[in-house]
DNA sequence: GAATCGTCTGTTTTT
DNA sequence: CAGACGATTC
């Protein structure tokens, strides 16, 4: 490997061997390289890839972090999340905290639900805001290290305390307890602490500036032994304070890690000069900043370009056509053009007019593949069959489709549980065989029969599931259940739903073919720890997201749209100077993903709640100087300037050709905030389309 | 126990 | 404006 290409603040980092090293390393600085590099030169020094343990902040990251050392050095190092390996350290290792190592893992909505559960059982009531804000409550806690005994509000413990209970009775830890556990297990066990600290010689954590309280204890507790740290971060971009990241750790780290070097990288090599120091020049707007100014040695670039339209439609419009014009002028691929929105409702606009203009786009993020409902289900059962315990999913399946046992029928049934101090699914196991197993608890024929069909089913997948693979045994699922009876209940979604299930058993088989050791428990979990970011698409697409799934990437053009007050700062920020500063972190973020392109966007008229509510254009736009911008708004005279260059007007019921849309007939000619606007009726697909003259470059036929 | 209809309530960000 | 939730009816 050469090192010519690294410059003199890059070589240090990746010569970097022994003791703690906080790599400062701002946007675009090339700091996945210095990772790769690092890793790479340990390998060439003859550190074994087992050595090494890399944590990044997606799994995504991660896959790809393994990538590129499998590529250069043809060595598999273990690359995962924080939560992936408090999960692999706790498969191994919980027996000690008095767990089973086959645990299930619950996402936010079984937790919610398990919560729900135990507040009714304290009767608190059932009140799912209440659920809720408990279940963010013990997140904090959990995130800060707090035991049940330990949280400062006593109702607050005896509920988490209820909680920890029932996720145990369930053989089921939580999002949160794959950090709190972790370390619990980590501090409390001499034994399995010193184990893990020997495992890994080499640790390196990337994202360093959103770690909160338990990832940062257990780092501390994994490098111990060997101080052999190098943390990578950048506290300009610390967006994750909502999950108890602290960027103050970043800050701490010489003082944290005694005789901790640093090294900080400030030459960018990804956007251009307009777009790097219109960013700095927001980010320096944040009080008390660890100093750290980005500089570039490459060109100037294009000025940012402003629009503010009437209402979110129109900017959308905008973009969509921008887009189209970019792409064709510029020759942009569409997987290098990203949208980054502050909250996933505004997708909805940018999808319309993307689709109304056949761009191709994915959304990362959003709702997630796994988070749909027919695919919960499913997986919900598939957890049934490894655990008698999971409650949560016998809760979800046990009517799926309906077999009688409505809400009423199942609180006979929990109570009756709780009698005979039975897992729920092992108490209908023994009914089914035995209908009076509980005395005094009368089901109807029909619940009996529902009940032990649903029983007799499970131990059917169960037997099966040794010679099945897991796609097969989801179709055994599906055939055997009469699931489809449910889907049919709603003809409108069936459909959609069917094929989301032909595709989960296309990931599953998939899935199962690249594993060397496939299992159903992994399966599982995995599916539960993907982020949402991970989907593969065939064709080329635009990439929509949030600002928070856009950190990390890079595209050539980028659209940051609905820079507007109370939306980009949320309106939840207000409150807090300090939380502004955060939504300021967050817009930093996202311009700097931008390597030659950038636009800002707002709208004036956005529809909120209902109603069409007046906008002002965020703070933030306002603070970025004049000189690196330049207006495209309708209402400047930018607009005009631009729409000189546009060809002869078409008139009414004239011929026209499209390059994308085909043939077509102009209805109408008129001026809009676009300048020159027609509405044309294109053959091919039978629709009417508005389109502005400067873009849409219509030619004669 | 299930279906249907109205009412209300709400929108940050995610491993 | 939606989607979720509860009350009412079958």
């Not at 999808?351 to 761009?359: F, G, H, M, Q, V």
Request: proline share 3%; aromatic share 8%.
């Amino acid at each position: 490997m050469s090192t010519l290409e690294l410059n003199p603040q890059q070589e240090a980092a990746v010569n970097h061997v022994e003791g703690p090293l906080l790599v400062l390393a701002g946007a675009g600085s090339g700091k996945t390289r210095v990772v790769t590099y690092r890793i790479a030169k340990l390998l060439d020094m003859g550190v074994l890839p087992s050595d090494i343990l890399a944590v990044t902040f997606t799994n995504k990251a991660a896959a790809e972090m393994r990538n590129r050392i499998r590529i250069l050095k043809n060595a598999q190092v273990l690359a995962s999340t924080f939560h992936s390996l408090g999960s692999r350290i706790l498969r191994e290792s919980i027996g000690a905290l008095g767990y089973k190592t086959d645990f299930a893992i619950y996402d936010e909505e079984d937790s919610e639900k398990l919560l729900k559960n135990c507040l009714e059982q304290l009767q608190l009531g059932g009140d799912k805001k209440v659920a809720k804000e408990m279940r963010q409550q013990i997140s904090t806690a959990k995130n800060n290290l707090e035991s049940p005994d330990g949280v400062v509000d006593k109702s607050l413990g005896l509920v988490y305390g209820a909680y920890q209970t029932a996720l145990k009775e369930c053989n089921a830890l939580d999002f949160d307890d794959l950090l709190y556990l972790t370390v619990k297990l980590l501090q409390e066990h001499e034994t399995v602490r010193q184990e893990y600290q020997n495992r890994w010689l080499f640790i390196l954590i990337d994202e360093y500036q959103d770690t909160n309280f338990a990832q940062y204890s257990l780092t501390k507790l994994l490098v111990e032994k060997h101080q052999n740290l190098f943390a990578v971060g950048d506290p300009d971009q610390s967006i994750y304070s909502w999950r108890g990241a602290r960027y103050q750790n970043i800050l701490n780290f010489e003082r944290d890690f005694p005789g901790a070097k640093t090294i900080v990288l400030d030459q960018n090599y990804r956007s251009t000069n307009n777009i790097l120091q219109a960013s700095n020049a927001l980010i320096e707007h944040n009080p008390d900043r660890y100093e750290k100014k980005l500089w570039s040695a490459g060109s100037e670039g294009e000025k940012i370009t402003v629009f503010i339209g009437q209402n979110e439609r129109q900017e959308a419009e905008f973009v969509a056509l921008r887009i189209l014009k970019m792409a064709a002028d510029r020759s942009i691929p569409l997987d290098d053009i990203a949208i980054f929105y502050r909250t996933n409702a505004q997708s909805r606009a940018f999808e319309d007019a993307l689709l109304s203009r056949r761009i191709n786009y994915s959304i990362i993020g959003g709702l997630s593949f796994y988070a749909r409902r027919e695919i919960k289900d499913i997986l919900s059962y598939l957890r049934l069959v490894i655990s008698n315990t999971d409650l949560i999913s016998f809760l979800r399946t046990i009517n799926l489709p309906k077999r009688g046992l409505g809400p009423a029928a199942l609180d006979k049934l929990a109570e009756a549980a709780a009698q005979k101090k039975l897992p729920i699914f092992t108490l209908c196991e023994e009914l089914a065989s035995d209908p009076n197993f509980v005395h005094g608890l009368k089901l109807s024929a029909k619940q009996h029969s529902g009940l032990t069909n649903y029983v007799r089913l499970i131990h059917r997948l169960r037997d099966a599931r040794p010679s099945l693979k897991i796609h097969e045994l989801i179709a055994e699922l599906i055939a055997e259940s009469n699931y489809l009876d449910f889907l049919k209940e709603d003809p409108e979604t069936m459909q959609d739903r069917k094929e989301n299930i032909d595709e989960l058993m296309g990931k599953a088989a998939e899935w199962e073919e690249e594993r060397e050791h496939p299992t159903l428990q992994l399966f599982l979990e995995e599916l539960t720890l993907r982020s949402t970011a991970e989907e593969k698409t065939d064709l080329p697409s635009i990439k929509l997201m949030t600002l928070h799934n856009s950190k990390g990437l890079e595209f050539s053009l980028v659209f940051l749209v609905g820079l507007e007050e109370d939306l980009c700062p949320h309106i939840n920020s207000k409150d807090n100077p300090e939380s502004i500063e955060e939504e300021r972190r967050l817009c930093y973020v996202g311009m700097t993903r931008a390597r030659k392109y950038l636009y800002l966007t707002a709208s004036i008229y956005r529809f909120m709640w209902g109603t069409f509510r007046p906008m002002r254009p965020s703070r933030f736009l306002k603070e970025i100087p004049v000189r690196f911008l330049q207006n495209s708004s309708p209402t400047s005279p930018m607009i005009q300037e631009e729409s000189t260059s546009d060809p002869e007007g078409f008139s009414e019921g004239e011929k026209v050709y499209h390059h994308q849309f085909g043939a077509g007939t102009i209805q109408k000619a008129y001026h809009s905030s676009f300048g020159l606007t027609y509405d044309v009726y294109f053959d091919d697909s039978d629709t009417t389309r508005t389109l502005a003259a400067k873009f849409a470059k219509l030619k004669s036929l």
